[in-house]
């Protein structure tokens, strides 16, 4: 069996029929010695008892159901949101590659340049949709398979291996063990910085964090007034100055009230003007001096914000961010808007960072952390 078929099982078999089993499965052990005591008993008697008897474990127990029946449906919750968000990429490129393996039914030279073209235009990336070809062509003629149809499974799986191959991409935030997490984000105007931190510091709190935004865009004008208005509508920390302040003592003075106030966790909205790197390098530079002073090695991540719907502009984006600092994952946002969302694999390829967080929508609860087999599941479910 194929990568995507155990993925799609995972997700497909109903997974409040997976955690019922589970629950039978704990109730059944608490009732193990009442079942082997009744088996004289008449049959019915004592399915009405086992019935009241687990009723009654189930009262005894709220706890433990109530967390089963939470993790149960954050799964399930999450599993739709993938789906949902990438309905427009599914209908986008997906469904193209459907069409083509419809058209041709056997595997043949068009057959590739088509899939190609089908893989670049959904922002794969040149380099790795040719990689991706090359092994697809060696694969084909090694397994002697001669059908599209046979081949439709592999190539979701081999578009899985590109993202997990090599290295093993971690989604963890790296928690500061001593004093207050520092989380930096950057990125160009637009991409989604200030949602982003709402939304994760939204989840955050969820989390039982208590969670402070420090609004260090001082460039735009009102920029740190959307930063407040989220932390006013979430119900978390706020700080932050208005237009022209200096950005590395908006994170001073941020920072000094983390550490006060007894904070987990402090989320940093920064200008990212790329059209000048130099100032930029040492905006962040200076930023980044003024955490290490409070947090050794400065922040414990600094995110890059990239919009999905800018394709490969985002790819170079990231690469020239990654010179002028040291990036540690990627939020990609706007998902839900774009039908290619292939881009998660060229960042991988072509960036060679991790995508942490994806946006697939402008609510405070559209921020996901990013998991490959809810992706391709949420892209290929119809494909087979
Ligand atoms: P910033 O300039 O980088 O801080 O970007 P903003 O946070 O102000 O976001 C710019 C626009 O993108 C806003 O209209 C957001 O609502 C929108 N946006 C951000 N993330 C998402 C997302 O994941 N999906 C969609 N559809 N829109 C988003
Ligand atoms: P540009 O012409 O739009 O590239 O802007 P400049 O680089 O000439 O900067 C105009 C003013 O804004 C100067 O006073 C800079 O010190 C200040 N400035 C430039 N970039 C930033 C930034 O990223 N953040 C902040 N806070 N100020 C900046
Ligand atoms: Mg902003």
Redesign the pocket.
């Known amino acids: 069996m194929g990568l995507f078929s155990k993925i799609k099982e995972m997700f497909k078999k109903d997974s409040e029929e997976v955690v019922l089993e589970e629950d039978n499965e704990s109730l059944e052990e608490t009732l193990e010695d009442n079942e082997t005591l009744e088996v004289e008993e008449v049959e019915e008697e004592h399915k009405k008892e086992v019935v009241l008897e687990k009723e009654k474990v189930k009262k005894e127990n709220p706890k433990i159901i109530k967390k089963e029946d939470k993790e149960k449906t954050t799964l399930e919750k999450e599993v739709k949101r993938y789906e949902k968000g990438l309905s427009k990429s599914r209908e986008g490129f997906v469904s193209k590659l459907v069409s083509l393996t419809n058209r041709y039914s056997k595997v043949n030279d068009e057959f590739f340049d088509e899939l190609e073209e089908i893989l670049i235009m959904a922002d794969i990336g040149v380099n790795t949709v040719m990689s991706f070809i090359d092994r697809l062509r060696k694969r084909v003629s090694k397994e002697g398979i001669t059908d599209t149809s046979e081949l439709k499974e592999i190539i979701v799986d081999e578009l899985f291996i590109i993202y997990v191959n090599d290295q093993v991409l971690s989604s963890k935030i790296n928690y500061n063990t001593n004093g207050p997490t520092v989380i930096l984000f950057v990125?160009v105007?637009?991409?989604?910085?200030?949602?982003?931190i709402g939304k994760l510091a939204y989840k955050m709190k969820n989390e039982g964090k208590k969670v402070l935004l420090v609004g260090a865009d001082t460039f735009r004008a009102g920029a740190y007034l959307?930063l407040k208005e989220w932390a006013e509508k979430i119900d978390v920390g706020f700080y932050g100055k208005e237009e022209g302040s200096d950005p590395a003592s908006v994170v001073f003075d941020g920072l000094k009230k983390a550490k006060d106030d007894e904070y987990d966790v402090v989320l940093i909205d920064t200008a990212g003007r790329l059209q000048n790197k130099v100032n930029l390098m040492k905006e962040l530079e200076k930023i980044n001096k003024v955490i290490d002073g409070f947090i050794e090695g400065g922040a414990n991540e600094t995110l890059l914000?990239l919009d999905a719907t800018t394709g490969q502009n985002g790819i170079s984006q990231a690469k020239a961010f990654k010179e002028i600092t040291n990036i540690t994952g990627i939020v990609l946002?706007?998902l839900?808007?774009t039908a290619k969302g292939g881009i998660v694999l060229a960042i991988k390829e072509e960036v060679g960072l991790p995508v942490k967080y994806i946006?697939?929508?402008?609510g405070k609860d559209?921020l996901s952390v990013f998991d490959i087999e809810k992706y391709i599941y949420g892209l290929f479910k119809d494909m087979m």
């Open positions: 990125g105007n637009g991409v989604g910085k200030t949602t982003t959307q914000i946002t706007k839900d808007g946006g697939l929508g402008e559209d």
